[in-house]
Each structure stands twice: as C-alpha cells, then as structure tokens.
C-alpha cells in the first residue's frame, strides 16, 4: 500500500530542524512525535501529536498524522475520524481521501471507500497508487472486471511497476481467465525478476493447466529468489508430487516443513507422496501430524484410513473411515422419521446436490446397520414420485438374511446437479 510510504514522507520531512525546537510549540510536539513514531512508541507518538494539535488545532498535517499513527496501531475508527479532521480543514489533499479510503476499506466499508479514492482520483488522476488501491479494494470485494480495470490504469500511468501486473494477474485469475492471468504474472516477473509471489501464481496457474513441468521451473525460481518462502516450496513439492517424482517430492516437503511445521497442507500430501512410495508407517505419521493440526480434515481421514487399510489395520481403517463419512456429511440433516415407509420416509435436509445427497444416504445406512457389504447388502434402489415429493426406496438384506426397506425423502437435492449443469 503505497500511502503508507506517502504519509511517512510527509511525516518526517514535517519538521526538518534536526533539534526538538522551542519546548512547547507544535514544531517541539510535532518533532517529539516524529521521534517516538521512528522508535515504534505509537501510544508516546499519539501524546505528542494530540499536544501538537492543542497549539495548532487547525493544523490539517497535524491531524493527518495523527490518522496515520492510528491506523498504523489497528485503531481504524480514530484513524478514519482523524481523516475526516485533516479534510474538513483541506479537501483538497488527494493524500488525505486515499488515507481515508483505506481506513474505510480496513472497516470493511467498500462502497464509502471506493467515494473516498474516487474523491483522491478528482485531484490527482494521474497518480499510478492510487489506482492500484482502487483496483485492490474491488479485488477484495470480488468485483474482478471493474478491479481489472483500475490496474490497466495504473499501468498505463506506470508501466514499469510490477505490482499492478501481479495483482491484475490475481483478478483474472479469480475470473476464470488463467491464458490472459499467466500473461499478467509474466509481465510482473518481467518487470522485476525477484517477484516471488509472482514466479509462485505463475507455477499455480501453470500446474493448474496440467503444464507441471512449466509451473515446477516457476516454483523453483521462487525458491531460488526466496528460499526461505515456505508457501513456495510447499508448491514446488506438489509439482513434483503431480509429476510423480515422489522421493523429491518428500525432500521438498521436508524443507516446507522445516519453516513451517504447522502447515498441515504440507504434511497432508507429504503423507501421499510417502504412500505412493510405499512407506506407510512414515506416511502415517505424516497423516496424524496434518490431523494433529487440522483435526476436521476430511482428505486427511479418507488418506489415513486408505494407508490403514493398506497396513492391514482393518479396525483402525474402519475408525479412520468412520470419521471421514462423520465430517463429510456433518451439514446433513435427516428427520426423526423411521424410513419405513412413503409416509414415514426419512427426510434428507440442506445436501448441496445430488451426489451429496445421495451419499448422504449411505452415510445413514452404515450408522444403522453396520459396514456395506460386510453388515448388509443392497439388493435394489429405485426412485418413487408421489404428490409431488420424490423419494429413494432403499432394499437392503442384512448379513442375517432379514430383509428390509429404507425409504428417504430426497425431495431438498433431487435433480439439483442438473441444474448446476445448467439443463
């Protein structure tokens, strides 16, 4: 955020006598202040600054300031208050209404934020940050073309500043436009070929195209420039894991994980890349450590239960399991109905669509009657339609022979994933 830098300009070419200055005057304050604001003593920095604007209350730069320092210690309201201030003194300070914008976007306030840049914009057209802020505030608010727009601007004002080009990468990106977001991150790395975030999205968007050779090169780059980034080496480790290079694979996860142990993504598919290589014990552990972290990780339950079940632990696996169908269909909700008839039927509540429905329904069978294909079977599915419900008639036979009939009211979900299709 470019204003930042602005604002700390202005804040310590304020006072320019290299001595604190006559004891009790706005210069005195004013340069006390700056001092403890250098030594990070924001509440100290405050003080002087409130003393500052006793002597000169109409000081605009004053108020400023004082914005500036609140902000810069989380205080959002005071600093947007301090803002308002410094503007009803001049309104004509672009500086000012950027500060305010981004005081109002910290406030999770969009639309008076986008007013306030637009206002800075009015007095300053020409001036490349504020442009990008503008774009960054529709970024954050999911507002991709209108942010992608803004960033063009800003480029066209400066078009040897990365920044734009990368964060216009992330707009497309998020619009579903990867060719033309691929474009915008070469363009950030070719401006600055240190941009380790950018050389990171380019390897995601690479990868995600299924160029995981291309994308591993942008991943290693980005490890070349930062090789302390553990968010690229976790990158770098899952395009080798796509490209099945799976003992590399575990050595750059090692690394990952060596900065940042307490990523469970990396320990995750760590604990993969040691399944493939048959090593299932250390995979295991891999796997309990992601849990450790991130008890509600479904994959991770699915994953440990598969290397159980490949381990020979049957019981352990089935546990595994268990926990993973549990988390999985935690948002599902059946009635209190038996299922033992069309009026009885138990009904299926807030799947997101068929699949999830459908498997939502043997989730329940296997918590009734046991293991599927171990405690029962079942014999036929069908679909019944009836005063304008719909319905699963379930028939299952019991490992005891005993057969019975389970019907669920799937009325919520039915037909829902053709409409996600659009049909």
Not at 77 to 104: F, G, H, M, P, T
Not at 218 to 246: G, H, I, M, T, W
């Amino acid at each position: 955020m470019r204003f930042r830098f602005t604002v700390i300009l202005i804040f310590l070419s304020v006072i320019s006598s290299p001595t604190l200055g006559q004891e009790d005057t706005a210069e005195y304050w004013m340069n006390s202040a700056k001092d403890a604001f250098k030594t990070g003593s924001y509440d100290s920095s405050i003080e002087s600054l409130d003393r500052a604007i006793s002597v000169e209350p109409r000081n605009a730069t004053f108020w400023t300031m004082k914005g500036f320092v609140s902000e810069a210690m989380g205080r959002y309201e005071e600093s947007l208050d301090c803002y308002n201030r410094s503007l009803e003194i001049n309104s004509k300070d672009a500086n000012v209404w950027y500060a305010r914008a981004i005081a109002q976007r910290n406030l999770n306030r969009t639309n008076e934020s986008i007013q306030s840049i637009d206002r800075a914009l009015e007095i300053d057209p020409q001036n490349d940050a504020i442009w990008y802020d503008r774009g960054t505030t529709f970024l954050i608010a999911k507002r991709y073309d209108e942010a992608i727009l803004c960033y063009d601007e800003a480029i066209r004002i400066n078009s040897s500043w990365p920044w734009p080009w990368y964060n216009r990468g992330l707009a497309l990106k998020e619009s579903g436009r990867y060719d033309e977001a691929l474009l915008s991150y070469e363009n950030a790395t070719a401006l600055d070929q240190n941009y380790t975030k950018a050389w990171s999205e380019m390897g995601t968007i690479l990868a995600g195209m299924g160029r995981f050779e291309e994308g591993l090169a942008a991943f290693e780059r980005a490890v070349e420039v930062n090789p302390q980034d553990s968010v690229s080496l976790s990158n770098k480790a899952r395009a080798l894991l796509d490209l099945k290079r799976y003992e590399d694979a575990v050595a750059a996860y090692d690394d990952a994980l060596a900065i940042d142990p307490g990523d469970p993504a990396s320990w995750y598919s760590k604990g993969i890349a040691l399944a493939e290589l048959g090593r299932y014990g250390d995979s295991l552990q891999a796997l309990s450590r992601c849990l450790n972290i991130s008890p509600n990780s479904t994959q991770a339950w699915y994953a440990k239960s598969a290397v159980l079940k490949g381990m020979g632990e049957t019981e352990q696996s089935d546990e595994a399991w268990s926990m993973y169908q549990d988390l999985t269909y935690s948002h599902i909700r059946f009635s209190d109905n038996r299922g033992g008839s069309i009026e009885d039927a138990i009904v299926i509540m807030n799947a997101i669509g068929e699949m999830d429905g459908v498997g939502s329904e043997y989730y329940y069978l296997e918590k009734k009657f046991g293991k599927k294909e171990v405690d029962w079977d079942l014999t036929m599915q069908s679909t019944v339609g009836e005063d304008g419900r719909d319905y699963d008639k379930m028939d299952i036979r019991l490992a005891s022979g005993e057969e019975t009939t389970i019907y669920f009211d799937i009325t919520d979900f039915y037909g829902k994933w053709l409409e996600g299709l659009g049909l």
